[in-house]
Nanobody
Framework: QVQLVESGGGLVQPGGSLTVSCAVSGRTYTTNVVGWFRQAPGKEREFIASIRWSDSRTNYANSMKGRFTISQAHAKTAVLLQMNDLKPEDTAVYYC????????????????WGQGTQVTVSS
């Protein structure tokens, strides 16, 4: 089993930036991709981006390209999500998750999830 722990959420003003982190541990050899999702109140969980563990190849939702950047860090023990030009509609709980799929945007393909970190964009 893979364990994932998110951190770095908080309150940020519109137009600001924030980086959230996902610490990855456990049986990482079973993981091919780590993805970031978000879920706002009353809305479905939404794919943001994923990164392939072996070669750092990234994949983004079309609506997330440009303002969000996913990367590996700390000798591949963490996955970062850098968020720029944040808007109130980016307010959500942000989750990281691990999948054995080579590449996927589908939440049900991810079998290990973190507990989430709250990001609130407000003035």
């Amino acid at each position: 089993q893979v364990q994932l722990v998110e951190s770095g959420g908080g309150l940020v003003q519109p137009g600001g930036s924030l980086t959230v982190s996902c610490a990855v541990s456990g049986r990482t050899y079973t993981t091919n991709v780590v993805g970031w999702f978000r879920q706002a109140p009353g809305k479905e969980r939404e794919f943001i981006a994923s990164i392939r563990w072996s070669d750092s190849r990234t994949n983004y939702a079309n609506s997330m390209k440009g303002r969000f950047t996913i990367s590996q860090a700390h000798a591949k023990t963490a996955v970062l999500l850098q968020m720029n030009d944040l808007k109130p509609e980016d307010t959500a709980v942000y989750y990281c998750a691990a999948s054995a799929y080579i590449i996927t945007k589908i939440a049900t393909h991810y079998n290990s999830w973190g507990q989430g970190t709250q990001v609130t964009v407000s003035s």
